[in-house]
């Protein structure tokens, strides 16, 4: 079937949220004035009610994918968009506890006369142990692992088969809008094609899936950067399954959760092991380029002989090479001196402030002369919270110049909060992982 052309929209003046009206009184009051951000809102929740095309939309972590989570059809459509393995389970959205309260407790199909009609079932409601953390994370870039009730109105295709689901509330107010208007639980997830980094602007979305959408509902730059934490608080102890938004320390001064175990593969468990979050099997967030990680505690040296040295050698191909610099590494890697960086480095383009190319001599193995190489170096700042914001993008913009190699500065995962789900997202896009 085709698609038509895919349009994106601007609902940027939402991020504003509903100050201190309820949702219903917020979206009450915009379908009255008939704003253009109503009017967009209203055409996203129309195609997620009735038609099998996901649309995209902004969250706080990162762009969505979304699909009503109740039809099997709508749902397909999101696997279809990104061209996702079927058995990586998807995170459901809700605007409200009502709303997750209402998937966990399905109204039961009518009973035939004959069937008993006394035999009601318990009211479910969401495990104690997630309490603390609804209380203090939700809304926002948690996810929590529920058992999928027996009549779920879930479809099927969310959650692969499994007999949970992941759900989350997101904190961005654009995002429960739209889950809001529609009034249906979204299915969600990041809205790349498979392998790609994931989306945190409607341009990278618009790059990915523009002939495959037909909305993207555009709210400006996603914050946090990077998706959920994903936590199973079903098992004993209770386990992070993704690293995310939210950081393991701050989970751990959650009454039930000072236990919390790791059970991604953070480097430090048996490769062998399956991941218990499906999605973490996969080859992610990869750009065209190869990506050279190097650890945090790289000797410096060693990290700048390794670039020199893939330059030069003519089997490795190295013609442009880029740069993502994060708390210690200098502007152009040591490549050139200082007073000749000064003159020869140009920024890339006006929308990336951080992005410079420079020109860099190098001698071939086996070559009498020099040539220029090109490097583009890209420095996201040393804050965690800065880095996680412009990871994404920065791999993005560096395969945009189709780069040959992208090296990249990490962050001890010992760095808290953020920095594991940085480090995570790295260790999957990269085809090595350096400690010179
Ligand atoms: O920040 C986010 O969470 C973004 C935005 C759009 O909200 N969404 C997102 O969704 O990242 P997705 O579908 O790309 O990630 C789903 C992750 C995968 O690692 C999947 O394996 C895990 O959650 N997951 C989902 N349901 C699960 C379940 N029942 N049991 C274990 N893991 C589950
Ligand atoms: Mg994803």
Redesign the pocket.
Known sequence: MATPETRVVSVQRLNEGPGSRSLAEWWADEKKLQTPEAKAIEEAAQILRSSDIPVAFP?E????LGADATRSASVQGIYRAKQRPSD????V?VDSLDMLNRLLNPTPTPRTPSSPSSTKTPRISIPEIYEPLLERFWPG?L?I?LPNPSGSELAPEV?SN?T???V?M?SSALARLLIHATDRPLA???ANASTKPSPTTAQHVYHDLHDRIELILDGGRSGVGV??T?V?GLCQPPAI??P?GIGIEELRTCPGWENVIVAYNDGTLDVKEIP?????KYRHYSPKARVVLFEADSHFAGVVRHVQKDLQDTAIGAHTVGIIRTRNWPQGLGLASADVLASTMRPVSSAIENLHSFPVPVHETGSPSSRTKMAFDYHLGSETGAIAHGLFAALRALDELDVDVIYVEGISDRDGDLAAAVMNRLRKAAGAEMKV
């Open positions: 969250t972590t990162v762009y969505g990586n389970p998807l995170i959205h870039p996810t692992i959650t499994l949970t689901f992941g989350r997101p969600a997830p990041s998706e959920s994903v199973d399954l993704r995310g218990r979050a499906p999605g973490m």
